[in-house]
């Protein structure tokens, strides 16, 4: 197909933000789920906290690998740098999303205390390092790795593990903790559910205090990226975007509108990443010291028939994937029934 | 160890883990298919309780599937990052294709497929399962594609860029359709088809043997056998129209796989042996003409041997012959056991004849090492290219990944690999011996609804 004018880096931009966007809201709440994992204590609660993302959680982790494709197939210069400079980060990852994966499948396959409990480790272990890592490479390629002239890194492991890094971390466990917590709350009921209602409240605490010394550190140690918003005055609606649906969780939890605290969870994530896309935009790996050799939407891409191409199997498949989604969340609405196919 | 050799060693290493379980999921989803058609079409809930009991299976090989399928995707770039920047431009179409019409559609309708029993009707149900199965073959589309490109280049050209020279795509379909992508295609799903079809044949021989769910296991026999039947006669086929591919646009690749040193008209097949490797011959009994046949239906022509390449540009012989081999023989043995399975089904004697039972119940070895001995051979017989005549493999590396880090990953991977290769069989096994749910022979919430008549 031809696109003529169309500035095809640009979309893609675009398209990848939206990508880790959908990944962001869909994985945020199993992995959340998976952080709040080890705080219910009965095996009956554990079931029902899994079975609440068994038949959604492997649909979204695709997202995830989307998402990778994507990045090696638009921009191949950023996909090889960040992934081999950032080694041992992404096996570490692997092996946290391997763990969590095999966990949900293997726990409740057997009986013994010790089995579960293994696997119950396992699970809130991987959820909670995988969601760290993800933070970790973004306040990465925010705050600026060493690249050299070719676009290599520079740095070694530990270089990646600035406190500006680790705290976007932390951020990122926190918001997925909140995220996990209210669609928890929408798929129990009863006492287990009062009990998940009370711990929104915590992981909103938790999530503002990160949330708030995040925004502080990027403003005093990160300012390129406020600039774009310093220039552009009306881009702090955006922020107050995201300020407003984040206090609106709290009220809608209270009044027991679990579905519009979860929509203003998204909304939330919706309007970070956003803010995120729009000072990144149009570097994709910031260098640091060397701006210079900083990749960008035009260095590191792939060439102009390519991203072409792959945005007409992005139309088309896209809608596709968006109308079945849907109808799958759609069939397994309601409260969590355990049964015997459950996990 | 150099990182060139850990790298492979590890790429190996999780590759053939990971290819353990796609084709069991592909295999078993086609036996899904033709089970919950089956129940569609006579409504004999025994077809319920098959497609029940083979989707527990189903689920456990796909999780592990997909787990170690993120690692093989991040692979590329943490291990092979100068060859990412090459191909990305080519690749790139693919894998991007792959996510969003393969693993969107896999992962989605499972969900259905394993939790959707009770919650849609029938038709829907059998609708998830057959998106499912296509899902999985999708995917082996893409993947496989992709592999061929880097056998067979085309559809591209070659710039030059700051980061070096890259591969840019000049016509997708020509990339899509290059001229080995759809024999090896076929090919591998011949392979997967076999490997879910002899596992069902296998766990039904045992319950046989036991004397364990005889009607089930009788039932889920002829759809094992069927599907096996077929898949392994089509391998001869597809391996044959491969290994013509090979000869033409791969010359050393299959002089590697026949041991053949010397390019000549007449060449003779071995049928097996060893090479000897410094006086460049293979030892073994040989049918004269059979190769040059095979390859050009015309004994007189010539076939191309080693010796037209630099000891450079040879892939390793030996084991590239040895693998092969080792291949088509499995190939072999699989139609001969699916002949006779079937005729001995046809006759009604199978399920007496115990030897012929036992021989059943290590058929699901057979697909298994012959799928990873064929792409062993596949990939070492396109040595010392990562892309044939483009690239070599020791040009592909990360350039900033040390043999230290690497060593440290491969370590990491093994041990978990090892573990979740001992849950895995511990798992199956227990859900082998438990054996079908008898309560799934009276369907409940919707299906009961939609089965109506039939139930009493």
């Known amino acids: 197909m031809n696109y003529g004018e169309l500035d095809l880096n640009t979309v893609w931009f675009l398209l990848i933000g939206v990508l880790f966007t959908g990944y962001a809201m869909l994985d945020g709440f199993d992995l959340g789920v998976g952080a709040l994992h080890l705080f219910t204590k009965k095996d009956e609660e554990r079931r029902i906290m899994l079975n609440a993302i068994g038949p959604v959680w492997d649909g979204n982790e695709v997202w995830l690998v989307t998402g990778g494709g994507a990045l090696f197939a638009a921009f191949p210069n950023v996909y090889a740098t960040v992934f081999s400079g950032f080694y041992f980060a992404f096996v570490l990852l692997l092996v946290a999303l391997i763990f969590r994966a095999v966990a949900i499948e293997f726990r409740s396959k057997q009986p013994m205390r010790w089995w579960r409990q293994m696997w119950d480790v396992g699970f809130a272990g991987g959820s909670i390092l995988s969601s760290f890592l993800i933070g970790v490479a973004m306040g990465n390629i925010a705050w600026g790795v060493p690249l050299d002239e070719k676009g290599e890194y520079a740095g070694t492991f530990w270089t990646l593990l600035g406190p500006y890094p680790i705290l976007l971390g932390v951020t990122t466990v926190s918001l997925f903790m909140m995220h996990g917590a209210i669609y928890a709350v929408m798929k129990t009921e009863g006492e287990l559910q009062q009990k998940l209602r009370g711990w929104i409240n915590h992981t909103i605490i938790f999530f503002i205090i990160c949330y708030a010394t995040m925004t502080m550190a990027t403003l005093i140690y990160v300012p390129h990226m406020a600039a774009r918003l310093r220039e552009n005055p009306w881009l702090f609606s955006i922020a107050l975007v995201n300020m407003l649906a984040i206090a609106n969780i709290p009220r809608e939890v209270s009044r027991q509108r679990d579905g519009r605290a979860f929509i203003s969870s998204c909304v939330a994530m919706i309007a970070m990443m956003t803010l995120f896309g729009l000072e990144m935009y149009p570097n994709l790996v910031l260098s640091n010291p060397e701006a210079a050799h900083s990749l960008t939407i035009h260095n590191a891409a792939s060439s102009q028939k390519t991203l072409g191409i792959m945005l007409t199997i992005a139309l088309i498949g896209v809608p596709i994937v968006l109308a079945y989604t849907v109808s799958i969340y759609w069939i397994f609405r309601g409260k969590v029934k355990l049964d015997k196919m459950s996990y | ?456």
Request: aromatic letters at 14%; hydrophobic letters at 50%; charged letters at 15%.
């Open chain 2, 1 to 456: 160890m150099d990182v060139l050799t850990l790298s492979r060693i590890q790429f190996a290493a999780t590759i053939s883990f990971h290819y353990i379980y796609p084709p069991l999921s592909i295999g078993l989803g086609v036996a899904l298919v033709i089970m919950e058609a089956l129940w569609l079409k006579t409504g004999n809930p025994i077809y319920h309780q098959m497609a029940r009991f083979w989707t527990k299976v189903f689920a456990l090989t796909f999780a592990i599937g997909v787990a170690t399928g993120i690692v093989m995707e991040f692979e590329f770039g943490t291990n092979w990052a100068t060859y990412s920047r090459f191909v990305g431009d080519v690749f790139g179409s693919a894998l991007a294709a792959e996510g969003i019409f393969a693993f969107f559609l896999e992962s989605g309708f499972l969900a259905v497929l394993l939790f959707g029993w009770d919650k849609v009707s029938r038709k829907m149900h059998f609708f998830s399962t057959c998106m499912v199965c296509l899902g999985a073959h999708f995917s082996a589309i893409w993947i496989v594609v992709a592999n061929s490109w880097m056998q067979t280049p085309a559809g591209y050209h070659i710039v030059e860029t700051a980061n070096g020279p890259r591969a840019e795509i000049t016509d997708f379909w020509a990339m899509v359709f290059n001229p080995s992508s759809m024999d090896r295609l076929f090919h591998t799903l011949c392979g997967c088809w076999q490997a879910g079809a002899f596992l069902v044949v296998s766990v039904s021989a045992w319950y046989l043997l036991k004397h364990k769910h005889v009607e089930f296991a009788k039932r889920s026999m002829r759809v094992g056998l069927g599907v096996g039947l077929v898949a392994a006669l089509l391998s001869l086929v597809s391996g044959h129209d491969s290994a013509i591919g090979v000869a033409k646009n791969q010359p050393a690749k299959l002089a590697a796989f026949e041991g053949l040193y010397e390019t000549t008209t007449n060449a003779p097949l071995v049928l097996f042996g060893w090479v000897d490797e410094k006086n460049e011959r293979v030892v073994g009994p040989e049918i004269p003409g059979l190769l040059s046949y095979l390859t050009h239906g015309d004994a007189s022509k010539s076939v191309t041997g080693l010796n037209e390449f630099q000891p450079e540009d040879r892939p390793p012989v030996q084991r590239v012959f040895q693998l092969y081999h080792l291949m088509v023989g499995i190939g072999f043995a699989m139609i001969g056991l699916a002949v006779f399975g079937t005729y001995f089904c046809w006759r009604g004697v199978l399920f007496e004849r115990r030897w012929m039972l036992w021989l059943l119940v290590l058929s699901v070895l057979g697909p298994q090492i012959a799928n990873q001995a064929g792409w062993f051979a596949a990939e070492m017989g396109r040595q010392p290219w990562i892309v044939y005549g483009l690239m070599r493999t020791s040009e592909g590396l990360s350039a900033v990944v040390t043999a230290n880090a690497v060593l440290g990953s491969l370590v990491l991977f093994t041990f978990i690999y090892l573990l979740l290769f001992a849950v895995f069989v511990y798992l199956l096994n227990d859900k082998i011996q438990h054996g079908p749910d008898e309560a799934d022979l009276t369907p409940t919430g919707r299906l009961a609804e939609a089965m109506g008549g039939h139930r009493a």
